[in-house]
């Protein structure tokens, strides 16, 4: 599947910041073997007065830019050309749990890919008891660890509701599990939290979702969405299985990577620091357009 993507981020500041410097994680990546960024473009207005593009520790395409002028507003605006195409297989060629384990301890490197840095507790996920108990509920009865993957995302699917309202991008995994409720960014982290927790390597992935509008109504501009969504280790044959737990789904051709890392403080679209005394407005919009 070929696509046109299109975001748009717009921050307005009252009153005008005086400086800033952000690090943006917006760009789509290219996965070998599923996803492919034929080009793509980042712009800022207005123009930071520093600018450096380069790429993560993880190999996620990073740009720093800086403001030392009073500005009232920040436009981001990202254009990108992609092809994604996930190849589906319906035979689980995933090991079991102790098999899982043992291939994990002969894995010797630690490069980005590594599934070392996605066992243990991360700066937004602490392995926690009770969603421990929980993920090991939710897949028993399972036989493989790709058929873990699948009835743990079904499980918080089914037991969570999705409510915008209820977590904020600070809120971490114990409070909306607490909750049952919450973002993508909540199920994700609960999920990996989850997954961690039993022995199963998992990290985070932001990226963009083609929503498909019903037959009966037309596609509305800006109506797509950043989202997020689970990679796990599923062994050494298998290597990283992506799985959606807000749509209880494994991740496919409407799902476009922008990021991978540890949890969301690894991947966030914008962070950095203002200098301001006030509050500010954040809008998005993202189009996800078959080509």
């Not at 520790?57 to 002028?69: D, I």
């Not at 050309?81 to 002969?106: C, Q, Y």
């Not at 010797?108 to 421990?132: E, K, Y």
């Not at 799985?243 to 991740?251: G, K, S």
Request: a neutral charge; proline letters at 6%.
């Amino acid at each position: 599947m070929r696509y046109d993507i299109r975001l748009e981020l717009d921050y307005a500041y009252q009153p005008p910041v005086a400086a800033g410097r952000h690090l943006v994680r917006v760009m789509p990546m290219s996965v070998p073997g599923a996803q492919r960024v034929v080009a793509a473009s980042l712009a800022f207005e207005p123009d930071p007065v520093e600018r450096s593009d380069g790429r993560d520790f993880f190999g996620n395409a990073v740009a720093a830019v800086a403001y030392r002028e009073p500005h009232a507003t920040l436009k981001v605006a990202m254009t990108a050309r992609v092809i994604v195409d996930v190849a589906g297989s319906t035979l689980d060629l995933t090991p079991d749990l102790a098999t899982l384990r043992r291939e994990l301890n002969g894995v010797r490197s630690l490069a980005p890919d590594s599934p070392h840095h996605f066992t243990a507790a991360s700066p937004r996920i602490a392995l926690d008891d009770a969603i421990t108990a929980y993920a090991a509920r939710g897949i028993a009865g399972a036989s493989t660890v790709g058929g873990m993957v699948q009835k743990l995302g079904g499980r918080i699917y089914r037991d969570f509701r999705f409510d915008s309202t209820s977590t904020d991008v600070d809120t971490l995994p114990k409070r909306a599990f607490e909750m049952r409720r919450g973002v993508c960014q909540d199920f994700t982290h609960v999920m990996i939290a989850g997954l961690r927790g039993v022995g199963i390597p998992a990290g985070y992935v932001s990226g963009y979702l083609r929503t498909v509008p019903p037959a009966d109504g037309e596609r509305l501009a800006g109506a797509d969405r950043m989202h997020a969504w689970v990679r796990a280790w599923c062994g050494s044959e298998v290597g990283w299985v992506g799985f959606d737990p807000t749509n209880d789904t494994h991740a496919g051709e409407d799902h476009i990577a922008v990021a991978i890392g540890r949890d969301y403080e690894d991947v966030a679209p914008i962070a950095g620091v203002l200098r301001t005394a006030g509050r500010q407005q954040t809008s998005q919009r993202v189009d996800v357009v078959p080509a």
